[in-house]
């Protein structure tokens, strides 16, 4: 699948485009400067980009009002279809967020119940109860996202529902040609429902691609065969800063051996997670990490990990945000794209991520590892690439049989030979191909 060998680029769109937080009813094309940013996007190396709720909503998009409808304050439905028609120009696939657990107290449907209570053909779309009443005083109860009661449980048992998600993915397909779908909360969603959403989708586009939105627990309840393709890789993520700021590289290496080393027991060997250093809810990379010399391994050890690597916007530069300032701090509105050396960086492991299968499908293996050096093998096909990475600021020389006396640095092209052992400068990272 086209995804396996991707790097994703996010998007929060009403705070990339600088769009008000709350709906003010005007129709502004604010979403077009998503299309202007699409060679920036391609020169990344990036080539699918992931857009965060951007439907007609009250507020922060996933309190939705209309599926079928692009926010107003981004612009229209014809506004995001030229988007999409620059970002496909460029090689760049497109996936949006699905909203489908819950929905705004704006949405059309549920305004119809507020209206009509149960004379309402909608009221069966909600878990409703008219026995009792609710903290906005609409004369019924009602399910909440985890007790978020501006957010509205949609009864995913309804077929009615079902088939009302399925007409607005279809309306996406036909009007903006997307190329899958990420979905918010999926480990809240009814597991009928994602089989039903997954046998539907196979019948819209070849490899149309579903990612799910998966914090703790058993990734693999959701993802495989008639499920999910993949889903976000939290566990590595927190595993990826904590590793660094606490100078042990044993935590990351045996969260990946956990999930994809070469036992039996190994959980999610032969799965696609998606993996990420920051997203639209989390401290951005830059911020979190201690010491900002890590910032550039950070993205080494995402790029060499097993799974699929997505980059959220701004922080390929090295943007900064903290979580604890408020969602505005991590959404932010550039005035447009910047490039420096960590941006060269990062395009330079995306390059050599997109270009090895190995790296993109490679089983995984700890070579050597220690508190402040790693090692890891990726090895596919009779393809071998060894990612080295010393997150110390002393050099340290690593002694093991690399099978192998020479290789190619898939960053840099330069060349390696393991001959007397192999010196990691300071703050260093390597993807060495190893000679077949």
């Known amino acids: 699948m086209w995804a396996y060998e991707s790097v994703f680029y996010q998007i929060y769109p009403i705070g990339f485009c600088g769009a008000p937080r709350v709906n003010d009813g005007q129709t502004v094309p604010r979403i077009r400067k998503a299309g202007r940013w699409a060679e920036h996007i391609a020169k990344l190396s990036c080539n699918a980009v992931y857009f965060s709720p951007l439907f007609e909503s009250d507020s922060h998009g996933y309190d939705t009002r209309d599926f079928r409808k692009v926010d107003c304050r981004l612009g229209t439905n014809e506004d995001f279809a030229s988007v999409c028609t620059a970002l496909h120009q460029n090689g760049i696939r497109v996936v949006l967020d699905g909203v489908f657990n819950h929905v705004g107290r704006g949405f059309w449907a549920f305004r119809d119940v507020q209206e009509k209570k149960w004379d309402s053909p909608y009221k069966d779309w909600f878990h409703i109860s008219f026995d009792g009443n609710s903290g906005y005083n609409d004369g019924f109860w009602y399910e909440g996202w985890e007790g978020h009661y501006e957010l509205v449980k949609l009864n995913l048992k309804n077929p009615a529902v079902v088939q009302h998600i399925f007409g607005c993915i279809r309306l996406w397909v036909d009007e903006f040609d997307i190329d899958g779908l990420r979905l918010d909360v999926a480990y809240c969603l009814d597991k009928d429902f994602l089989r039903q959403l997954r046998a539907f989708c196979d019948t819209l586009k070849p490899d149309f691609f579903l990612v799910g939105e998966l914090l703790h627990g058993d990734y693999n309840q959701f993802v495989g065969e008639g499920m999910l393709h993949s889903c976000t890789n939290y566990e590595c993520y927190k595993g990826l800063y904590s590793s660094l700021n606490s100078m042990n590289l044993f935590e990351i290496t045996h969260s990946l051996l956990r999930q994809f080393g070469p036992e039996n027991w190994t959980l999610y060997r032969g799965k696609h997670l ?5 997203n639209h809810d ?10 900002p010399r890590h910032l550039p391994l950070i993205y080494a050890l995402l790029f060499g990990m097993p799974g699929i690597p997505c980059l959220y916007y701004g922080s390929e530069w090295g943007a900064k945000g903290e979580k604890r300032e408020g969602d505005d701090a991590l ?6 794209p910047e490039w420096n050396e960590l941006t060269g960086w990062i395009t330079a492991l995306a390059k050599a991520h997109r270009g090895s299968k190995a790296l993109c499908y490679g089983d995984f293996r700890q070579v050597v590892l220690t508190n402040r050096q790693c090692i890891w093998e990726r090895a ?9 990475v ?39 990272a390597f993807f060495w191909q190893c000679e077949r």
Not at 282 to 288: K, P, Q
């Open 282 to 291: 989390v401290t951005r990379a830059a911020s979190i990490l201690q010491n």
């Open 274 to 278: 998606l993996g990420f250093a920051d």
């Open 331 to 336: 959404r932010p509105a550039f005035d447009a």
């Open 390 to 428: 010393n997150i110390d600021d002393h050099p340290y020389t690593a002694h093991f049989d690399a099978k192998c006396g020479r290789a190619v640095d898939l960053i840099t092209g330069a060349p390696h030979d393991f001959g007397g052992g192999s010196e990691l400068p300071p703050y260093s």
């Open 380 to 388: 596919c096909e009779g393809e071998r690439v060894l990612v080295a």
